[in-house]
Every structure is written in structure tokens, then in C-alpha cells.
């Protein structure tokens, strides 16, 4: 009898592809299983498939049984070791939490599963798992059609009240309940929102520790932060020495990997990329929030530009563009809005040699700000060149810049690399991902940057999530007219962009040197989705000297 687990093996490319025809209910999934995951620490993914949930969800390691579904989630900047749920190869409590997507109801033993993940957790460190509730109609429709899928028909459903069983009777407390997907999936058209306990939807995430502790998952931890962040940096340095040399088959060099050194067990085979992960900002999003081939991509922006073309839009050139703001979603939403910016800039703009994008971290709490210092940023459509010289020059000028590895795992800023790829493919550029700062010193920072005009600094920011669409319009508006009009009094009346800090910042510096700007498209979800009870916002400006 074949395990559960060896269609995986077998299937990758088709379980990799569920995830591109099924993106609004994968997005929902991602959001749900967000809602009830730790904002940092190290983190495991037990069955990391391909990393489509790791990748996303900024979570360093990742074990599977299988090799080929490895392959995909090292490409996705996860450390990847080969083996089963039930018998980890990791140290113990080494974690600080641990992720289970599905995974539950492909192996062979459950109980065992789950007394490996108390194992290797971190006394109190919570596990999160993420699955289809057999007693929803979406579990009912699997159970249904179980021997017309190759993944589901050796799967065994389990329902929200066994999963509670199961980890109470594993010493798994303190138990929260989230879910999403309330529709059949051939009806989801569009993200869902996360909602709160269980019973209304399909898709359930539950989070519980293995010792009774208060669990807070949307409260950043704050207050050990210093401490944390002088670890990352440390490890930063001994990242110097990271060049794994193992492929497929093959067992990497222990005592040189930081993170195996700290958490693998040997002997144990391992995989990882055959370039350093420090050597290049991996790709996290790619196939998510954008295409994964660059043929798709080139396809996108050839259609967004007809339509610009059509439209007969013209800019005045009186003034040359220094600066832009872009959205950040998926190009299904948002990509023609961003592209209006970047099509804008090249076409008026041909001394670009340096790209600066500055974004929102919205995974991980960041202390000020992060500047990435990698060699290489990967695109489907090549990689970029980071301007790492450059980047180390701006992190030694300010005291608030350092460099946070797990905050460039962040979907603000990826998203503008494949426009940056098309319209100035020779650049350098520069990732800077903010968090907890004032809107001052960002400006610090972009003031430093106009003082050569080559540079470009971008902007990636959407105005205001889940409102009605009239909300919303009403909403965007106070933003639009604060940067039509240059006037930052305007945004505290109401303004609502994941991005404010960002947005603040460019405005103040754009008024400080006189600059000119101009509000170039808005548009909102509901333009693609038809859903207006339920939109965000989106927007492109660009800022003339």
C-alpha cells in the first residue's frame, strides 16, 4: 500500500498549478492562517510542500518528504530538510512556532505528528494548523469527489472537534479558532475576509500551545525586539560564510549553516539553493501577487500599455520625474494603476541608473527600518542588481537603517521589481522596508536620495482596505487631494494607506524642494471583482522637479 504522501512526489507540477487557479481562495487562506501566526521568531512549516504558505509567511525552515516539491520552496527562500512529520529532523524546542497547512490529513499518524511539533517547539510556542473541516460543504464536496483527486483520495478529513480532541489529548492548550471560505471553491472569485471562530466556513486555522500560556498573535513583541534584533545581526555577519553546496541528494555543510547548525539533527539530508541565500533577495510572491513566468508578465504590461495608448494620455514635460507612488496588489487589481507610474517615469525620465523602492513591512515587526544587503534581487524575468555598496553607504548614514533579513520577505516592494525590470533593466536597486518610524526620518532619507538625480525613488502604498466602495472613494479622496495638492495637513483627516509613512514621507521632501505633482490613475478592487461591498484602493502619483 503506496503512503499518503507519494502523490505529492508525482503531482508537484499539478499542485503547484491549484495554487494559480484557485488564487482568491488561497489568498483567503493565507490571510486566515496570517491572523493567528507570531510576528517573528523562527518558524517551521511541517509538510512545506512547494512553500507556497512558508515563502509568503516569512518562515525560515520548511521539512517534506518530498524532493520535488523541495525544489520549489528553496526558490522560495526556505531552508528545506527531507523527511516525515512524524519523526522531525530537528533538535528540541528550537522553535518558536510551528505551521501545519493541510498537512494533517496526509499522514500516516496524527498523534504522532503532533508530538514531534511539542518536541521541537520552544516551551509555550504555539502551533498553528490550517485545514478543511470534514463537517463544512467545502469538506463534504472533497469527501465527495475523493476518488477523482490524486492528492485527496488517500487524505483522511478530520473535523474541527477531532483537531481540538487531537491537541488537547497532546498537551495542546489554549486553543483559537479562525476561518475562511465560505463558498464552494468554484464560487470564489474574490479574497474573503478572515472571520473569527469556526462552524461557517470551510477552510479552519486553530492555534494552541503546548503549555498553558496567554496567547496574543496580533501583539508585536516589542519589548525583547532589541535583543532580537541584535541576534539578526549578528547572524547577519556570520551569513558572510553561508554558500550551501548541497542539491538534491546530497547533505549540506552543518558547521557552516547557521540555522542547520542551530536546529537540524544529523545525520539528515538537506536542500537548499546552490547560491547563498544571502547573496540573493529570493522571491516570495511570484506566482501570487504576480505571474511566475516572465512571458505572463510581459503580457500584462503590453496589455495595461494598449490601453494607455488608447486612451491618448499625455504628460507634460516641463518637468522631469523624480519620484513615484505605486500599489502593491496583484496585477489583476492594481498592476495597470503601478504600471501607469513606471511607464510614465521611463518615458519622461532616461538618466535613471539607480531604483530605490521604500514599502510597509506588513509581516514582521520592524524597529525603524531595513535596507536589504543582498548582491542579487530574483525576477521571473532575470535577476536585478542590488546596488549593495549603495545600500550599505545609506544603512551607515542613518542610526534608524539596519539590516533585518525576515522583513524583506515582504510582498510591498517585490511587487514593483518586475515593473523595474521592464522599463529600466540597467538600474541598480535599493529595497527599504519600514516599520515602526515617524514619517520624518524616512523624508531624511529620500532627501539624502534627490541629491543624485539618477536615482528614482518609488513609493508602494494601497489607500484604504474593506470598505463599502463609496467608503472607500470618500476615503482615497482625502489621500488623492493630499498628494495632488501637496499638502500634508490633509492626510490626518481621514486618510487611510497601508503605506501613510511612505506617502508622508515623499510629500514633505517633495515640498521642501518645490517639486510638482501629479495624481495619474485610481481605481479600486471592485473595477476587477464586481464586488462593492468589500474593496481596496488603490492609486499612482508621480512627483516632478
Not at 503512503?3 to 494559480?20: L, V
Not at 517551521?44 to 509568503?56: D, H, K, Q, W
Not at 467545502?138 to 487531537?166: I, P, W
Not at 514599502?359 to 542588481?385: T, W
Request: with cysteine; aromatic share 10%; proline share 4%.
Amino acid at each position: 500500500m503506496k503512503p499518503k504522501r507519494d502523490p505529492f512526489n508525482a503531482h508537484h507540477e499539478r499542485y503547484e498549478a491549484w495554487f494559480t487557479h484557485h488564487q482568491a481562495a488561497y489568498h483567503s487562506e493565507l490571510l486566515a492562517v496570517r491572523a493567528l501566526l507570531p510576528w517573528q521568531g523562527l518558524g517551521l512549516e511541517i509538510g512545506v510542500g512547494t512553500g507556497r504558505f512558508a515563502g509568503p509567511l516569512g518562515i525560515k525552515v520548511g521539512v517534506d518528504q518530498s524532493n520535488a516539491m523541495l525544489t520549489y520552496a528553496i526558490e522560495r527562500s526556505i531552508f528545506g530538510a527531507q523527511g516525515i512529520a512524524e519523526a522531525l529532523p530537528f533538535k528540541n524546542a528550537v522553535f518558536d512556532f510551528a505551521l501545519v497547512v493541510t498537512t494533517i490529513c496526509f499522514v500516516d499518524d496524527p498523534k504522532a505528528m503532533l508530538t514531534e511539533a511539542r518536541r521541537v517547539l520552544k516551551p509555550g510556542a504555539p502551533l498553528v494548523i490550517g485545514f478543511v473541516d470534514r463537517d463544512s460543504a467545502l469538506g463534504q464536496y472533497y469527501l465527495d469527489h475523493k476518488a477523482e483527486n490524486v492528492f485527496y483520495r488517500g487524505a483522511t478529513f478530520y473535523s474541527a472537534s477531532e483537531v481540538e480532541t487531537l491537541l488537547r489529548e497532546e498537551g495542546f492548550v489554549g486553543q483559537t479558532w479562525g476561518q475562511t471560505l465560505s463558498k464552494p471553491l468554484n464560487e470564489i472569485q474574490e479574497i474573503e475576509p478572515f472571520r473569527k471562530d469556526r462552524g461557517d466556513c470551510g477552510f479552519v486555522v486553530v492555534a494552541a500551545a503546548s503549555e498553558k500560556v496567554v496567547m496574543d498573535f496580533k501583539k508585536h513583541p516589542k519589548k525583547n525586539f532589541k535583543e532580537v534584533e541584535k541576534l539578526s545581526k549578528k547572524e547577519a555577519e556570520k551569513e558572510g560564510t553561508r554558500g550551501h553546496r548541497a542539491t538534491a541528494g546530497l547533505t549540506a555543510d552543518i558547521d557552516t549553516d547557521p540555522v542547520a547548525k542551530a536546529v537540524v539533527m544529523t545525520p539528515v539530508i538537506l536542500l537548499s539553493s546552490k547560491e547563498s541565500f544571502m547573496n540573493k533577495r529570493q522571491s516570495v510572491v511570484a506566482g501570487m501577487f504576480y505571474p511566475h513566468s516572465c512571458k505572463k508578465i510581459e503580457h500584462y504590461i503590453n496589455r495595461f500599455n494598449q490601453a494607455i495608448d488608447n486612451a491618448d494620455y499625455i504628460l507634460s514635460s516641463d518637468f522631469i520625474p523624480r519620484a513615484l507612488i505605486a500599489p502593491h496588489a496583484g496585477y489583476i487589481y492594481s498592476g495597470f494603476t503601478a504600471n501607469m507610474a513606471y511607464r510614465t517615469v521611463a518615458y519622461s525620465n532616461s538618466e535613471i541608473k539607480r531604483v530605490i523602492v521604500i514599502g510597509p513591512s506588513h509581516k514582521v515587526y520592524v524597529n525603524g527600518a531595513s535596507v536589504a544587503l543582498y548582491e542579487r534581487y530574483m525576477s521571473p524575468c532575470g535577476d536585478l542588481r542590488i546596488d549593495l555598496p549603495f545600500s550599505r553607504q545609506l544603512e551607515n548614514s542613518f542610526d534608524f537603517l539596519h539590516f533585518m533579513p525576515d522583513a524583506h520577505h515582504e510582498h510591498s516592494t517585490e511587487t514593483q521589481m518586475p515593473f523595474i525590470r521592464h522599463y529600466f533593466k540597467e538600474a541598480g536597486v535599493v529595497e527599504i522596508i519600514y516599520g515602526e518610524i515617524v514619517y520624518m526620518k524616512i523624508s531624511q532619507v529620500i532627501d539624502t536620495l534627490l541629491k543624485e538625480k539618477g536615482n528614482l525613488i518609488v513609493i508602494s502604498t494601497d489607500l484604504s482596505h474593506f470598505h463599502t466602495r463609496n467608503e472607500a472613494e470618500a476615503l482615497d479622496a482625502i489621500c488623492i487631494n493630499a498628494i495632488a495638492d501637496l499638502d500634508p495637513r490633509r492626510f490626518d483627516q481621514g486618510c487611510e494607506a497601508c503605506g501613510i509613512t511612505g506617502v508622508k514621507a515623499i510629500v514633505k521632501s517633495a515640498l521642501t524642494r518645490h517639486f510638482k505633482s501629479k495624481v495619474l490613475d485610481y481605481r479600486t478592487s471592485a473595477d476587477t471583482s464586481g464586488d462593492e461591498s468589500n474593496v481596496v484602493g488603490y492609486m499612482s502619483a508621480v512627483f516632478m522637479g
